[in-house]
């Protein structure tokens, strides 16, 4: 959900969470079902007809005379892999609309089209060489807004779980999504789905108590933690953190100027462990925390700590550390008792990867150049997951986990109010990304990683909790945000 989207060195592709998000000062739009004339339309008609057929020489031919330079130096291969990522995730496109706003984007001009997975709306943002020849000097894909010349009517709570079994249904059997989705209206669950393979290697079906990797959502647990200490007065949110990270981990020169409060608020300066030394690491080198004090000791500050947002698992990863120190136990036995056990969350931990937890699913990335079509993520992700992502859960203890927050079993509703508060303008708050629009206030976590994608929503005005995983890439947020769509129409009886 809040992950900043999927981004590739193609084309500067990027999938927004929020469907009904502006630029700052837009007023409307206008939507019209016209296609432009001269260059500009044929280059929009030659992009959209390249990425339906999949055809490797055609889009080859697209980059190499339809583009710019800046294009033609990337090789071709990352090309062809996001042109064909993109058409098994949505299917294919058709035209709808050319979108103008108020007041306009200047050098930008806005295709809408609707895929066919989803039914869900996109838009290309194309920018064109101003030459006789209109070449394409920028593409990005986003998800977009209902087109203004489209009337959706509302939908009762009924209609909206008919509509989403469709799109399971429609995945499912176009063989797109592999996972499971869970909908539940309070303690209710009043929907929920699986499918897809467990394990391709021996053909296990996914069921809906299948583990499946966290990504990112560990933040929530950890974050709560860590609220938790502050509630029994262990620590404060202005405790600078040498007071808990010794000069093993990092100089006291950067620790002393980073607060809790900026590791919650990813606010540190500091970056992600995800590093050169972790790529060239065997996974089996860490497992504890202190494992990964080679990978963290010599990060440097991007920035004063406190002067802005920068997503951090560096940052996430610390509080563990933190956590640590201040209770003297293990971290992973912390958690547990915090967060999992009070929420009955049996089949959620921090699994290591060699040894056969039951019913867990492995995590795939498409692979054009093997002769299976996919490749396993066993040597890319960590061995065992921590403080900043990489565990592993199941829908029905994410609903648990939801219910045990609400009814205040981790921490007070004031300490609710504050971690769901966004403290830099940058839809994020204590561990929780937040979002508000046409749903009201929502707030949880994404997660994904090569063959992981998974995504938490909890919409507080509602009543309802959304909660998709996935073992592909990419494979639960474009499905989250149409759901999430679908649920804008839902109108409360009165």
């Not at 980059?63 to 990352?78: A, S």
């Not at 499946?212 to 647990?221: I, R, T, V």
Request: aromatic residues 12%; glycine residues 8%; neutral net charge.
């Amino acid at each position: 959900m809040f992950k900043r989207g999927l981004t590739s060195v193609l084309i500067c592709v990027f999938v927004s969470y929020f469907v009904f998000a502006q630029q700052s000062g837009e007023k409307s739009y206008l939507d019209k079902s016209v296609m432009p004339e001269g260059k500009i339309g044929e280059r929009i008609r030659s992009l959209i007809d390249t990425f339906n057929s999949g055809e490797e020489d055609r889009i080859k031919l697209f980059i190499q005379e339809e583009c710019t330079g800046r294009f033609k130096n990337i090789p071709q291969e990352q090309h062809l892999n996001v042109f064909s990522d993109f058409l098994r995730q949505t299917g294919g496109l058709e035209f709808h609309s050319i979108r103008t706003y108020d007041p306009p984007r200047k050098g930008e001009t806005i295709v809408i089209v609707k895929d066919k997975n989803f039914k869900s709306w996109r838009a290309f943002t194309l920018q064109f060489d101003e030459d006789k020849d209109f070449l394409i000097t920028g593409i990005s894909f986003n998800d977009a807004r209902t087109p203004s010349n489209v009337k959706e009517n509302p939908l009762t709570e009924k209609d909206f779980l008919q509509e989403t079994k469709k799109i399971m249904l429609r995945l499912s059997e176009n063989e797109v999504f592999s996972g499971t989705l869970l909908v539940a209206k309070g303690s209710n669950v009043i929907f929920s789905f699986a499918a897809g393979e467990a394990s391709k290697r021996y053909h296990v079906p996914i069921n809906i108590d299948t583990k499946f990797n966290l990504g990112s959502m560990n933040k929530m647990f950890t974050s709560l933690t860590i609220m938790n200490l502050v509630e029994k007065g262990k620590l404060a949110l202005e405790d600078t953190i040498d007071k808990f990270v010794d000069e093993t981990w990092l100089p006291k020169n950067i620790t002393a100027k980073i607060t809790i409060h900026n590791l919650l608020t990813h606010s540190s300066g500091l970056g992600s462990y995800f590093n050169e030394l972790y790529a060239r690491s065997s996974r089996q080198l860490f497992r504890k925390l202190d494992d990964y004090k080679p990978l963290i000791k010599t990060e440097k500050l991007a920035f004063e700590p406190g002067k802005r947002f920068q997503y951090s698992n560096t940052g996430m990863f610390l509080l563990g550390v933190v956590i640590e120190n201040v209770t003297g136990e293990d971290y992973f036995d912390t958690i547990r008792k915090v967060i999992y056990e009070p929420a009955g969350m049996k089949d959620t931990d921090c699994y290591e990867m060699d040894y056969p937890v039951e019913n867990l699913a492995i995590g795939y990335s498409p692979d054009k150049g093997s002769e299976w079509g996919w490749q396993n993520n066993y040597y890319k992700h960590v061995i065992k997951g921590g403080p900043a992502g990489g565990g592993f859960s199941t829908v029905g203890d994410l609903h648990r986990f939801v219910l045990a927050l609400l009814s205040g079993k981790f921490v007070s509703e004031a300490s609710l109010k504050k971690m769901w508060t966004d403290h830099y303008n940058a839809a994020y708050g204590y561990g929780f990304g937040i979002q508000e629009g046409p749903n009201g206030k929502v707030v949880g976590h994404s997660g994904g990683f090569s063959g992981i994608n998974s995504n938490l929503d909890i919409f507080l005005d509602k009543g309802y909790v959304i909660a998709v995983m996935s073992n592909l890439d990419n494979g639960a947020s474009p499905l989250a945000r149409q759901i999430n769509t679908l649920l804008t129409r839902v109108k409360e009886d009165k």
